[in-house]
């Protein structure tokens, strides 16, 4: 009987017990728990301005998990949500080849109460400035990255046809670019440089070709040119209209025409402030719209302009850089114009300022003698660097030189003088402290185009790379 009843009592007991565990499984696999996060952890040459972002199992308190984060070197967050995943943008970039550790704590609660059971510590590294760039010109071109640092470039893509063309985000941490297709169009792409995720935007429909891509600052949407094949007179397939198109970056969305329908536009580019400019040849103007207020009835602001998109944002997007036509008056027949080489037109800069639509011409004269082209604001705001040739005998160069001004047109000084050479694509370092630029000897066109870089002031020119071009910097 005595056993009978330890039995009798051992069941009940050993019933609770289940419960009790059952109860503890149960709300250990209902706490919170840290899925994912971005940057990894030990990654190594993520850009000074890449967001941090963590995705939980459930969503949480917002509050309560800024109240258990610590970041090291700490900054200015901008912290926003969508749904379990919460994204820290900032506007202070990191310090090059620094470490920046995350340390969650335990504690943080879920919007059920439940608190993360553990703290989770993960650092990574902030690598240096680097020039991205296409390479090598004329082949199947990939787009590589190189700091001033290393012995060569570090391929970022890798496409079975190559890369026509790329441009970097306002932030420098996501590449969009156009992948050539055996059939002649091309796939948008979008390459994450804090995860290493490459994913399809958009693909140019059959016998269609985009190219031209363009990031706005936000990431909301993607600017393109696309045209479709003809058949020309003679037989072969030659390309059609351009048109400038608007991609909402949305699951399932579709293009929409960022100008009219039967112009033709072209050259994508985004202020900082997220109004989109392209050029319209059937207005022969600078079209400037906001793409969120895009109709049938919207009427956009237009810059006159003969050049095309040649142009440059400054950093707070209130002032836009770009070069026009500019007629020199006929010279009178009495009059000694030697020393001039005789042109229909000059090409100068004008800056337009959008907060009080004032025009300003920056080439130094309503007639000065010059072309100016590829205007380039520095990111500290102070300082355009633009490519000038002298359209007198006396100053003329084959190539266009270096030169840099106040951003008023004042204190305008060269860098470069060298005559057979020719300068383009200028892009400033992150920091304003350097400038790279593509560079080729224009009395010998058979040798590949070279970036380089230089000083601010002109000082130690030395080369990247021969056969790249397109250079741009990744902070």
Request: hydrophobic content about 40%; proline content about 8%.
């Amino acid at each position: 009987m005595q056993i009978r009843r330890e039995r009798r009592v051992s069941l009940p007991l050993l019933g609770a017990l289940g419960l009790i565990f059952g109860l503890l499984i149960a709300a250990a696999l209902s706490t919170p728990r840290v899925k994912s996060i971005n940057p990894q952890h030990a990654s190594t040459q993520i850009p000074a301005f890449a967001p941090i972002s963590i995705t939980f199992s459930q969503r949480m308190d917002p509050d309560s998990v800024m109240e258990h984060l610590s970041i090291d070197p700490s900054t200015e967050f901008t912290p926003t949500w969508d749904e379990k995943t919460l994204t820290l943008e900032h506007d202070d970039p990191w310090p090059s080849g620094s470490t920046v550790t995350i340390t969650l704590s335990g504690g943080a609660r879920s919007l059920g109460i439940l608190p993360l059971l553990s703290s989770k510590t993960w650092s990574f590294s902030i690598g240096d400035p680097r020039v991205a760039y296409l390479y090598p010109a004329g082949q199947h071109a990939e787009i590589y990255a190189r700091s001033l640092s290393d012995d060569q470039g570090t391929p970022l893509t890798e496409t079975p046809l190559g890369v026509f063309d790329f441009s970097l985000s306002y932030r420098g941490t996501q590449i969009a670019y156009s992948a050539e297709r055996s059939d002649g169009g091309t796939n948008l792409r979008m390459l994450d440089l804090v995860s290493g995720d490459d994913r399809r935007l958009y693909s140019s429909p059959e016998g269609n070709r985009c190219e031209t891509v363009a990031v706005s600052p936000g990431g909301e949407y993607l600017a393109f040119e696309c045209f479709e094949f003809q058949v020309s007179e003679g037989g072969p397939l030659i390309p059609g209209p351009r048109r400038v198109w608007i991609l909402r970056l949305e699951q399932g969305e579709q293009p929409f025409l960022a100008g009219q329908d039967d112009h033709i536009t072209t050259a994508p580019q985004w202020s900082p402030s997220g109004a989109l400019t392209f050029y319209d040849s059937m207005s022969i103007s600078i079209v400037i719209v906001d793409p969120a207020q895009v109709t049938d009835l919207t009427v956009p602001k237009l810059l006159p302009s003969a050049m095309g998109n040649i142009s440059s944002w400054s950093p707070d997007g209130t002032v836009l850089v770009f070069a026009e036509m500019v007629i020199p008056p006929p010279h009178p027949e009495s009059d000694d114009h030697s020393d001039e080489i005789e042109l229909d037109f000059y090409t100068h800069l004008y800056s337009a300022d959008l907060s009080n639509d004032n025009l300003d011409d920056l080439s130094g004269g309503e007639f000065a003698p010059v072309e100016d082209a590829s205007p380039a604001f520095s990111p500290d705001g102070l300082t355009l660097a633009f490519a000038r040739r002298y359209m007198d005998q006396a100053r003329f160069t084959l190539g266009r030189q270096i030169w840099l001004m106040d951003v008023d047109g004042s204190n305008a000084r060269f860098l470069t003088n060298e005559m057979l050479i020719n300068h383009s694509a200028l892009a400033w370092s992150p920091d304003s402290s350097a400038l790279a630029f593509m560079r080729f000897d224009r009395s010998n066109i058979s040798q590949p185009a070279e970036i380089w870089v230089m000083d601010s002031n002109g000082d130690s020119p030395r080369m990247l790379v021969q056969g790249g071009y397109l250079p741009i910097w990744i902070p």
